[in-house]
């Protein structure tokens, strides 16, 4: 077994320098998803190449969206006045995100990274089409976003900002796992250049997706009653040990609704 050596990269140039070199390496954000794996014995890097020096913590209010880099917690997200006052949808939604600790470690690249399909971050940035900027091009968050647990992230892609188009208004709604706090279904709803988007985390088979039926419902008239004939097909929706499908089809629906509600 090789040895693995811990390396603080100063700046993205040698992040990727420090990748190349080595045989199996990781970047390294909080450590909240990555440091877990490697004690199951999940994953097994020879170097962990952390992000913390790289200078990618900043929330930049570029007017029309909001420039968020990679290594931005969850909780300067949830206390950032600029997000809360121009995105409090995603204000709210980094709040709730896992506990305390999670959210003080936890950084939105590392989340979009790793793209857990009962993630909260997945939701907004599809429903407000949010930039995933890395260190070779930009990807719009609908080609980002691939299968669960799997981006278009190349090998040795390094994430370092997320731009965030600002909406007339937005809201997110999870119904929780009590233990992890991830999302059973998570709901993103924003209304935006005036139409409608909703995007549904936490219980698609292949991740995260728009409920485009909800959308057009919504484009006719914004209100929850717009949504309450509606029924989501339990076809592409995950069934497991902590939801089934029907559940989570009466979930979504009803996430969908709190936030609609919560919006208006
Ligand atoms: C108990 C618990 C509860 C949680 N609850 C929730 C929840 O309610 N909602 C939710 O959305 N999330 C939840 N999370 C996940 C949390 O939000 C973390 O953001 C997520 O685990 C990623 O952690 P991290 O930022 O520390 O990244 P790390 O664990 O350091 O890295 C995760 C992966 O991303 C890669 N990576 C990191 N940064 C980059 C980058 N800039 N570019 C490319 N690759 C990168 C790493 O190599 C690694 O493979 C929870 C986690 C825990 C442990």
Not at 3 to 11: G, I, N
Not at 40 to 46: G, I
Not at 93 to 120: E, F, M
Not at 231 to 256: C, N, P, W, Y
Request: hydrophobic share 45%; glycine share 8%.
């Amino acid at each position: 077994m090789s040895k693995l050596l811990y390396a603080k990269a100063a700046s993205i140039n040698e992040a990727e320098q420090f990748f190349i070199e080595a045989e199996e390496a990781r970047y390294l954000a909080g450590g909240m998803t990555l440091l877990p794996t490697m004690r199951q014995r999940l994953v097994a890097p020879d170097r962990l190449i952390d992000l913390a020096n790289c200078q990618l913590s900043y929330i930049k209010d570029e007017g029309s969206f909001i420039k968020i880099g990679a290594m931005t917690t969850h909780s300067q997200i949830a206390l950032s006045d600029v997000i809360g006052r121009k995105i409090n949808g995603l204000a709210h939604l980094a709040s709730g995100i896992g506990d305390r600790q999670v959210r003080h470690r936890g950084t939105i690249g590392g989340s979009v990274a790793n793209n857990d399909p009962a993630a909260c971050y997945p939701a907004a940035l599809l429903a407000l089409g949010a930039q995933i900027h890395t260190h070779k091009r930009e990807l719009t968050a609908s080609d980002y976003f691939v299968d669960l647990f799997e981006t278009a992230l190349e090998e040795g892609e390094l994430i370092t900002a997320i731009s965030v188009p600002v909406p007339q208004k937005s809201a997110y709604f999870k119904a929780p796992n009590p233990a992890s706090r991830y999302a059973l279904a998570g709901v993103f709803a924003a209304f935006m250049d005036d139409k409608p988007y909703l995007a549904v985390t936490g219980a698609g088979e292949q991740g995260v997706f728009r409920w485009h039926e909800g959308e057009a419902a919504l484009a006719e008239n914004w209100s929850k009653e717009a949504l309450a004939n509606l029924t989501i097909s339990e076809e592409g929706l995950l069934s497991d040990i902590h939801a089934s499908a029907a559940f989570r089809s009466h979930l979504v629906k009803q996430m969908a609704q709190k936030a609609v509600e919560a919006c208006a």
